[in-house]
RNA sequence: GGGCAAUUAGCUCAGCUGGUUAGAGCGCACGGUUCACAUCCGUGAGGUCACAGGUUCGAGUCCUGUAUUGCCCACCA
């Protein structure tokens, strides 16, 4: 009785995925080895913001991830992919608000703990659906160790580290200016504003030089700021000023004193060479502040309002409308020197795009420079090694660079920060109290209202995740690989690489993967406000997961923007209903009682098909621990469709060893599993003789092929090359006039073969031939017309003459060398292995030449 | 202002340490009702590898410079 196969005529991968996910995932199949010979391998997945759905770049980033732990699972290794999510500080508040707005709400309506619940029903809904969204991927994630960001272990993580910093004096509460969005009610680290070029004005102000005739003159983008201006400054070596240094001016309006400090931050050719100083306002002028004793007056307050250090008439104003009554009183008190159209760079929220106000807050910040001095040597060491190596330097140059990192952010959404204040300013950290109030020596204390920026918990992902210090951090710290997108290497790369070494002293992974931007099909960079983002959902649905997969790494190399292809991913979709016939074609072929056995060729056709298997698995191989995926999947694509289903499968149809289309295709499902897991898999279970799971399988290893085999499978290629040949005669006048020139005796002996073929392919004229040549310088067999012949041999006599003249001419410098006189002759015989044989006769000529020379 | 990357076929991009005739997918043209597959089969056209120098027996690949594009960082009174 044949065997009966249920394969459909088309792949459906709606059939499928979802039954072959359960079923993976039922089996245990996702969680970590528990033989513990068997060697680590650890990736923690990015864990995507809880607050929307998945989009593209989500997609590539688990689809790389997952290719990685699967191949690592296949080769013997405990592999852990460990899923998570984040709860996304800032983000979610923001995406949270603009929902309460809709519904004419705003974050006020609602106290602390009430925003707080909302949000959180509010993330836990989404992430469900985006957890869903990573199984119809086919994330070999193990979903037992999931990790939410608000976990309490994450949490207490968080914590622990806030803990050592303070101890250690990495960590301090700081009067410094800092960036502050009016509009979110909260401030940003360095990297969250983003700047762009504003057409403003420039304001000349004449500041009057108390005791004296003489006045300043200073420029400002931002007159307001004058109410709270607590000195002039100028270079120290600046001439024009030095008679001022140290003297007072009188701030017009206000009509307070301030001195003339001299400060090499200013620069003597910019303007007038002297700035108005706004310690509380501006990031320079505190920082020339801190070097004077300057009194910081702050008059703008975190409302954005002008607060009641200013004088009464401005006080209430919003930044813009104070602008204009400032002006307007500078003018009255003939203050003004002229005003003019500048064009500068202004720093706005990267959220809302609200201009950033420098104010000054008190904030946990925290020494950067010994943590990331430790990164730096981390990375000189090669203890972590980045993928494209390009950004090794990028990261190195930031760290270099580096600035206190401000972890304080004034929103609901987060960890609350554990630390707390008394009325007269005594700080207590207490990691372990849960109420807002804490009584120490008779003393009240009140917890901080803040919030941690979410990537100082996220920083210690690694850490989190496995619970440092655990059974778990001991077998899977560090970890192997961070994949994650170019454009957080410094947001979090950095973070977790410093805090890792900070708190475990060992890195918290050996490579870094970086993967580029997915951009629109016109190369744009996707986001929500352009409406061009491309949801993966849908195009999973019509292609299938696979597909999908195969269609993203395609094409694609590290660190490298790129834009999406739809047309690829059907490409794709058509690459695996090939596989899909290919695998009906072949289970229809195996006898009904198959059970596979070493496959044996028999003919040049299995000898080649054996041979193209094993050079794959190698280069296929190669090619994954090179991190080359889009390199990987070609290979493999080629192997199943160019060379299986357009050449094997072919000649099958004549004469077929069912061994060798077998061991074939059932190579082809495993080399291609971690790329495209669901149809492999599915095929993989109508396979006779296939007791587990592809999932599970050993990778293959490639053999080095016997000399004999590749002789064998050489005919072949010589057979397909005849046979490519004849399919390209199609003019009358050519099949008239039948040749075939050939240096090679072993087409002769496979004539047979190819009249089979070449009547396979219905080419009934083949056996005669036409119009050939056997170039005997390559494998490759070209039709032509005798012209064609004629150029062609004309220029390979004329390289082999360049080659041999140049040969001669070193020969005659050591005519006296027995060796060297034969060698020319030697190069032009060879034509196989050309490249090798001239390099190694031209080193060992060097090592002549050079022996003569002394 | 500083840094990084890119420039290869009509389009999107591969091309690892320099080495036979520079590749893929899509698109295009021509021809196909081959019983695994029209989500298919076969054939083909199309590239002075941005430009100019240099190193080398040999350069898409290494070096120098130029041009164009993109990204990142910093500063701007």
Redesign the pocket.
Known sequence: MKKQFELD???DPAKYEGRIYKQWEQSGAFQPSSNPKAPAYTILMPPPNANDDLHLGHTLSTTIEDILIRYARMNGKAALFLPGSDHAGFETQVVFERKLNAKGKSRFDFSREELYRQIWDYVQANKSSMEDQQRHIGASADWTRETFTLDPHVIRRAYETFQKLYDDGLLYRGQRIVNYCTFHGTSFS??EVT?QEDAGH?WHLRYPVEGSEEAIE????RPETMLGDTAVAVHPDDDHYQHLVGRMVRLPITNRLIPVVADTA??PA??T????VTPAHD??DFEIGERHNLPHIQIIGTDGKITVEAPAEFRGQTVAAARAAVVKALETADALIKTEDYT??VGHCYKCGTVIEPLVIDQWLVRMKPLAADAMRAIEDGQVRIVPE?KT??LA?WLE?IRDWNISRQIVWGIRIPAFFSEDGDIVIDIHEQSDTLIRHGKTYRRDSDTFDTWFSSGQWPLATLKFPSPDSQRFYPTSVMETGADIIFFWVARMIMLGLYVTGEVPFRTVYLHGLVLDPH?KKMSKSKGNVIAPQPLIEKYGADAMRLGLIA?R?AG?N??F?E??VE?Y??FC??LW??A??TL?QLPDDYSPTRPEPKTPADAWMLARVNDTVREVTKAIDDY?F??AG?LIYSLL?DDF??WY??ASKVEQNPNILYHTLSTILTILHPMAPFVTEAIWEAMPAKDGQLIAAPWPQAVKPSSELLRHAAEFDALKAVV?AV??ITAEEQLAKPTILTTDTTLAKSSELITRLARAA?LKHAEQGSGLYL?T????W?AATPEQVGARKHRLEQ?RAEKQA?LESLAARLANEAYVKSAPAQVVQDTRD??EE??ML?SKLNEQLAALEH
């Open positions: 005529k088309a792949y360095d990297l700047y420039l200073v420029a400002t983008t200013v620069d910019f303007g060479g002297a700035v108005k990031p320079t500068h760079s390009s330097r990028v140059t660079n190369g094409n190399t490298m790129q834009g292809e047309k690829r490409g979709r058509n209903n090939k016939n290919v009906r074609f229809a080359r889009s390199e070609q469709w289903a357009d499968i072919e490519q399919r390209t219905e170039s310088t390559t494998p490759a070209i390289q140049y050309r490249r001239t390099l031209l």
